[in-house]
């Protein structure tokens, strides 16, 4: 079987440090927000062990964070299999917004359904903890608030759907580095640095407007403790008066960069911003120049997975379905109790089975899938038979 999954992004509504542990990582006081710009995985199992990754960006397949992730899994589940995965890189890199992060959990999340290892989403979270601060949350895929190092999550209910205009500058910033300053800052006395207790005392204004549906009041409240230690401040403050200028109702750096998020309470008025800043960009904006924009909104999906499939009938014939317990639904076509069409051919045999984690992905490739089949384009030959 082949799994098909999307590993979402996230931005940071509120992020404040709060103290730093004696092994050097640093207490949060951080809120989550998935959204809906996703790099893609493909995976399947593979005989031997370890990763075999190919990503469309050639700089990430070497010491990638899911060769960490299966390493990690397979400390704690004993024995692995092996796994393909292809990579399709949207998520920009060195941009705050968890991409590698994102694309460790959604392998973590592959890799249990496919070998079959029965883990809980807690149990997959603290596996993701040890291989990333940003993973749990990824794998959670909830608005949420976190401590720790951001890995102990609480789930904020009642999110009102935002919509995003996310501005990526030439510059990408380092992680460590941005850490590293806020250290030297702290250290001057030019910081204060926090010391709350509990999830979300610092960020309670945020979580009480989130928690209202509020998104006008999130976006008034969003606050970012990198902001202060990024290497170029009128850079990432202009690019967050062009987005209030433009109609967002608030803006902020997510994570520790470089990404600026500008917050839209609709599509609409978001894509108005992005047709205006584009024309400004145009125009030699130098905020702009070397910029790239993306447009997206908070996600609102669920993980359940949906596969496409097909079965051979006792004619030779083909029937392709979509379902989510395929299971029960090739029972069906077998006992006669399936669609129309099988009923009277009887399914003999299941020849394709592909998982999704999107029904709107997973219903586009029955359509293709049927086109195929239609147009005497599929050979059977070609297609894995799950059960060999």
């Known amino acids: 079987m082949k799994l098909f999954l999307r590993a979402y992004a996230k931005i940071n509504p509120y992020l404040n440090i709060t103290g730093r542990r004696e092994d050097g990582y640093h207490e949060l006081d951080i809120i989550f927000r998935p959204v809906t710009l996703y790099d893609e995985l493909e995976m399947e199992l593979t005989d031997g062990a370890g990763v075999k990754l190919v990503c469309d960006r050639a700089d990430l397949t070497e010491d990638n964070i899911i060769c960490k992730a299966y390493e990690r899994l397979k400390e704690e589940t004993g024995v692995l299999p092996g796994f393909a995965v292809t990579l399709h890189k949207n998520i920009p890199s060195g941009a705050g917004m968890g991409g590698g992060s994102s694309d460790a959990a959604a392998f973590l999340w592959g890799a249990n359904v496919l ?75 030019k910081i204060r640095t926090g010391n709350t207790a509990g999830v979300g005392r610092g960020s309670a204004a945020v979580m009480r407007a989130i928690a209202a ?115 029960k639904r090739f029972a069906a076509h077998s006992s006669g109790r399936g669609a129309k069409y099988t009923r009277s051919r009887g399914a003999r045999e299941l020849v394709y089975l592909e998982a999704f984690d999107s029904k709107r992905a997973a219903l586009a490739r029955e359509y293709a899938v049927k086109q195929l089949t239609r147009d005497g384009k599929i050979r059977l030959a070609g297609l894995q038979n799950p059960d060999s």
Not at 139 to 149: C, H, K, P, T, Y
Not at 235 to 255: D, P, V
Not at 301 to 312: C, F, I
């Open 115 to 189: 070998a079959g290892l029965g883990l809980s989403q807690a149990e997959l979270m603290k596996i993701g903890a040890a291989v990333g601060a940003d993973v749990p949350a990824c794998l959670l895929q909830r608005v949420s608030a976190g401590e720790g190092i951001g890995e102990r999550l609480c789930v904020i209910e009642g999110a009102a759907n935002v919509s995003y205009l996310i501005i990526k500058p030439q510059e990408s910033f380092s992680t460590p580095a941005m850490y590293g300053e806020y250290d030297r800052l702290a250290a001057a006395g």
């Open 213 to 327: 549906g509020d998104a006008a009041g999130e976006a008034k409240r969003f606050y970012n403790v990198f902001e202060k230690t990024v290497p170029d401040k009128r850079l990432i403050s202009s690019l967050k008066k062009l987005l209030i200028s433009a109609g967002a109702r608030g803006a902020l750096m997510t994570g520790s960069g470089s990404c600026v998020v500008g917050a839209f309470l609709d599509e609409r008025s978001r894509n108005a911003a992005y047709r205006k800043l584009l024309a400004l960009q145009k125009k030699e904006d130098r905020a702009l120049q070397g910029c790239t924009f993306y447009r997206c909104k908070s996600l609102d999906e669920s993980r359940e997975l949906n596969y496409v499939y097909m079965v051979r009938c006792g004619d030779g014939s083909l029937y392709t379905g979509w379902t989510k317990d395929p299971e």
